[in-house]
């Protein structure tokens, strides 16, 4: 069955034509009408659309062009910008929005010869931890369909969990990819701040957003890194440095590698399930010879609180451009403001607007220097703290989500629950480390994500660590039950 | 009732004339169809993000230098939020902050009206974008033209409290920095097109007061008349006001071009917040010496510093000296020509006469006129060696403006060298005393005025070219005899 198959082992089947590209993508566009009515991670999916780019990638195939991922399948976050195809941010204000560019992520996948089997369903405009936001449909966990995949790119996560794509693009603001790769037990993969552009993904904070890969192995996941990142100069904060690197992705060893658990993230307020999980995969990768040692970074504590000014204030000015004059919904109203007021009033939800609330009042005269400015100075400091860590550890190790997936709607009455949710995610994006969270265990049935984060522009040894982990760690990955 | 002074403090925004707007590659453009000089940057689509043009960078440093600012060697972009139809990302990214604008406290030189020279304190030169247009359609209903949204857009506000206290002085100052502007080649100056934007704030107190008065914004000013004439319409309405014991509301006020006259468009309620942040999507500029110092060597020399030199070293009157150095090109060919040997004040009186004359009503610039300055100083050169007269020079020079050709080739052809020969014009004068006896008895009888009668027949009779200084010897000698 092709969608078992991992995108680096169908890469070498459609390479060596023991498979077709279009017969690939169909199996996954039939398993996604299969599952997907229960699931719920697609926001649009087009069987033309995707087998025009099959054609592409299967004619590059014949004519010898296949790279690594040529033929692949692969599901798109619906924040990024797909050509003629519309692209919702899961919001009603932008339902009917068609876009008239590809992403550059998304360019870059064509270039690949990705196929594109749909749009996966996320937070409102990426703002949750739970795709609970979303303005059109709940999203499930494969692992248990009463529980959330996590957010904001629940989609994606639930798409590749549940093999209907072996890869997925996601975003990532505060955890977005990882804390969803965590609650549905696959791979997620943050970028370094700056090596992946942001041209064409809808911003929600700019300054913290990245995109990057979902896969259900670490290889994988490097590979579709790979393919994305590089600098681009759409994007002025694209770093100037050549796409993530994979040669040597096989090549590292835990023997030695120092490995720093942040000591802040299992205390009581971590599940004593996940904490365990952790521990046992802590004491697997001793056996391979990892040096681990406890770390104390107090300021990350700080992180959420930072975290839910920066990120709404960005995004209050972000979502300013959705009034209703150029594209999307337009609400009939008293004058220009009147149709302004009456399209974003119908347009957003509640939890948008509940940020655009928090930022405008956080950027506000009077309370710039107590909110706004206070918070970037607190993050300074904390990418200060993160960065001194890195001189003594090559990884710093952690739980990615304090719980194990949750039931669907057990935390909408408890907003605070749910952003603390993030705690160990946050730091990554603050600092514009890279970071990753892996599979560690199970606790009831439920996956345990392992986050693993870098320094700056150590991707590639990040990556490499991850592998090795992901192979110190052979019962840590599984199948969620479904057919 | 008791005198006012006026404080006019100056907001001038300039449309940079790069190739392409200042995050996008579209074109930057007058007019045209609307909505065709847009993409998905300027236009604000979602997922788009700036590239900032370098060139609109370099040409604000280089009018910061010209204004003698301090350069802010680490400057940012901030984004000004606020909702407005014509404003496609619902901000406008521009530059906040007393010491981040590119370039802070400089100050621009004006001629004072009693001579010598005024500052003008400059507070900030500052780099942003423009929005587009709002337009009421025909048919009813609005549109809104984005062709301009993006375009690269420079903000350069006077010091407060303010330099200039009367309504000529804000026209010689916008006189002076369109000059600059237009000097350094960053912006066309064309007020009329609205590349070149001016709002004064004008405010008047009791003479003596240390308090200043409420002040309004003047809008839609779109030539140097109407600059002048909206701050003394301003400054005598307030004045009105305040005599007949109300008070001055502040507002933002428009100008009405027929009427001549100001009229309220919007009262100023609470101060906007705009919520200024630094953008995110953009990162830092920062400069150092090396590069500062190589944009401080591409400054030409600047109009008010080359009417001093003109003045001192010329020695041509300051209202010459001025008219020369109003246009770039024009002081350019002043400069070539005395270069080439011409002298100034000649080449000068020539210039500011009959070929400032002939290109007006031609409709010509310099840049497209016929006349070479070598050829201007070849022609001057003719008169001083006495090859021809002055009187024909100005014939010779009306057909070189038409022809362009050189004015000996001309003199030459047509014959119209000067006649320095005593013989030829002996015979000709000798011929009019002989025609005019009473005139002659007139002059015996002491009259001896009428002698400028028969000089001007003398010089009809030869078609103007005899060498008048010889016909005046000649004709004196005659009547002496």
């Known amino acids: ?483 | 009732m008791p005198e006012y002074v006026a404080s006019v403090g100056m907001e001038v925004h300039a449309e940079l004339m790069t190739r392409s707007k200042m995050f996008c590659r579209c074109p930057v453009a007058f007019g045209g169809e609307p909505n065709t000089r847009v993409c998905p940057v300027c236009l604000g689509m979602p997922g788009t993000l700036p590239v900032p043009n370098r060139r609109a960078i370099e040409m604000v440093l280089r009018t910061a230098l010209a204004l003698d600012c301090t350069i802010a060697m680490r400057s940012v972009f901030h984004r000004k939020n606020y909702f407005y139809p014509d404003l496609p990302k619902g901000y406008q990214v521009s530059q906040y902050g007393e010491t981040n604008p590119l370039g802070y406290a400089g100050k621009l030189e004006i001629p004072a009206s009693g001579g010598g020279y005024k500052r003008v304190g400059i507070r900030r030169v500052h780099l942003e974008e423009d929005t587009g247009k709002l337009m009421h359609l025909p048919a009813g209903g609005s549109g809104v033209d984005f062709n301009r949204a993006g375009v690269p857009l420079m903000e350069i506000v006077t010091d407060f409290p303010p330099d200039i206290t009367t309504p000529d002085e804000a026209k010689e100052y916008l006189a002076q920095l369109r000059q600059i502007l237009v000097y350094l080649e960053v912006c066309d100056g064309k007020m009329e097109e609205g590349s070149m934007r001016c709002e004064p704030n004008i405010s008047i107190r009791p003479e003596g007061s240390e308090t200043y008065g409420t002040k309004t914004e003047l809008k839609n000013l779109n030539s140097f008349r109407s600059v002048q004439l909206g701050v003394q319409f301003e400054v005598r309405r307030q004045t009105a006001v305040l005599d007949h014991g109300q008070r001055v509301v502040q507002e933002t006020r428009g100008w009405d071009e027929n009427r001549e006259a100001s009229f309220p468009m919007r009262v100023k309620e609470a101060e906007n917040d705009y919520r200024y942040f630094p953008d995110p999507d953009l990162v830092p500029m920062v400069f150092d010496e090396a590069y500062l110092e190589s944009l401080r060597a591409t400054l030409p020399e600047l109009p008010l510093a080359k009417s001093r030199r003109y003045q001192e070293v010329m020695g041509l009157s300051a209202y010459d000296a001025g008219l020369l150095v109003a246009d770039r090109d024009w002081a350019a060919y002043f400069e070539s020509a005395v270069e080439l040997g011409g002298d100034a004040k000649t080449v000068c009186n020539w210039m500011n006469g009959d070929y400032a004359r002939y290109l007006n009503e031609s409709g010509n610039t310099v840049g497209s006129g016929n006349v070479q300055p070598k050829q201007l100083v070849e022609l001057t050169k003719l008169i001083e060696d006495g090859t021809i007269s002055g009187k024909i020079a100005k014939d010779v020079f009306a057909e070189m403006f038409r022809t362009g050709h050189d004015p000996r080739t001309i003199v030459q052809s047509k014959g119209a060298t000067q006649i320095s020969d005593a013989g030829a014009i002996g015979e000709i004068v000798a011929r009019v005393v002989g025609a005019n006896p009473d005139v002659v008895a007139k002059y015996k009888s002491g009259q001896t005025s009428v002698a400028g009668f028969l000089i001007g027949r003398v010089m009809a009779e030869s078609k103007g070219r005899a060498n008048p200084q010889l016909v005046r010897d000649l004709v004196a000698k005659a009547l002496d005899e």
């Open chain 1, 1 to 483: 069955m092709p969608t078992r198959l991992s995108a680096t082992r169908l890469a070498a089947r459609l390479a060596a034509k023991e498979l077709g590209v279009r017969e690939v993508a169909q199996a996954h566009l039939d398993r996604i009408a299969t599952l997907d009515a229960t699931l719920g991670a697609f926001l649009t999916v087009d069987p033309d659309e995707t087998m025009r780019w099959a054609d592409a990638a299967q004619a590059k195939i014949d004519a010898g062009e296949a790279g690594p991922l040529t033929g692949v399948p692969i599901a798109i976050k619906d924040n990024l910008c797909t050509a003629g195809v519309r692209t919702t941010c899961a919001s009603r204000i932008l339902e009917s929005h068609v876009p008239i560019y590809d992403a550059t992520v998304v360019r870059r996948l064509r270039e690949a010869g990705c196929v594109m089997v749909g749009k996966t369903n996320l937070d409102e405009f990426a703002m949750g931890t739970s795709t609970e936001n979303s303005a059109f449909q709940v999203t499930r966990n494969p692992w248990d369909f009463d529980r959330s995949p996590g957010g904001s790119s629940g989609g994606s996560a639930a798409a590749v969990a549940a093999e209907m794509a072996p890869l997925a693009l996601g975003s990532d603001t505060g955890g977005s990819i990882r804390q969803p790769a965590s609650l549905c037990g696959i791979v997620g993969f943050k970028p370094t701040y700056g090596r992946c552009s942001r041209y064409g993904l809808v911003a929600f904070g700019s300054s913290l957003d990245q995109i990057g890969p979902f896969a259900r192995t670490v290889e994988d996941a490097a590979l579709l890194a790979e393919a994305i990142t590089g600098h681009d100069r759409r994007d002025s904060t694209s770093a100037n440095h050549p796409a993530i690197a994979t040669q040597a992705l096989k090549s590292g060893t835990l023997r030695g590698a120092r490995l720093g658990v942040l000591k802040e993230t299992l205390g009581e307020s971590t599940d004593p399930r996940v904490t365990q999980g952790v521990e046992r995969a802590l004491d697997a990768l001793r056996a391979e010879g990892a040096d681990v040692h406890e770390v104390s970074i107090p300021s990350i504590g700080y992180g959420v609180t930072t975290y839910y000014i920066i990120a709404p204030a960005e995004a209050s000015s972000n979502l300013a451009r959705f009034d209703g004059v150029r594209y999307g919904l337009r609400v009939e109203g008293k004058g220009h403001i009147g149709m302004m007021e009456a399209t974003r009033a119908a347009g957003f939800g509640h939890e948008v607007k509940a940020r655009i609330m928090i930022g405008t009042y956080a950027l506000s005269a009077g309370y710039y220097d107590a909110f706004y400015l206070r918070a970037q100075q607190v993050r300074a400091l904390m990418r200060r703290d993160l960065e001194a860590a890195f001189q003594d550890f090559d990884l710093l190790v952690s739980p990615t989500s304090p719980v194990p997936a949750f039931k669907i709607g057990e935390l909408t009455s408890d907003p605070l629950a749910l952003k603390m949710l993030d705690y160990c995610t946050i730091p990554a994006n603050m600092g514009g480390f890279p970071a990753l969270s892996l599979n560690c265990g199970f606790a009831d049935g439920l996956p345990i994500g392992l986050h693993l984060m870098g320094p700056v522009l150590g991707d590639e040894r990040l990556l490499q660590l991850a592998y090795c982990v992901e192979r110190a760690l052979p019962d840590a990955t599984g199948r969620p039950p479904l057919p």
